[in-house]
């Protein structure tokens, strides 16, 4: 993973994006994603393993993914 996330929301509402700690599962970022492509700035993490999830208006987690900041 690069200092920046490039997401792209293709839905006409906004999204809310939540980075978390893989070990304690914590939430540490959380971004609103509006429709269109968006940048989330990461440089501010530790070197690690994370998780992002993507929930839609009815805060329905429809997207989860690992990613590793190295």
Known sequence: MDK????TNRTNRPML???SDNYTG???M????????NEIE???LDTGTY?????????D?????KIIKS
């Open 26 to 28: 914590n939430d540490l």
């Open 17 to 19: 994006a939540t980075i």
């Open 4 to 7: 920046t996330l490039y997401i």
């Open 51 to 59: 998780f992002i999830s993507l929930a839609d208006h009815n805060n």
């Open 30 to 37: 959380k971004y609103e994603l509006k429709p269109g492509p």
């Open 42 to 44: 990461v440089n501010n």
């Open 61 to 65: 987690i429809i997207y989860k993914q």
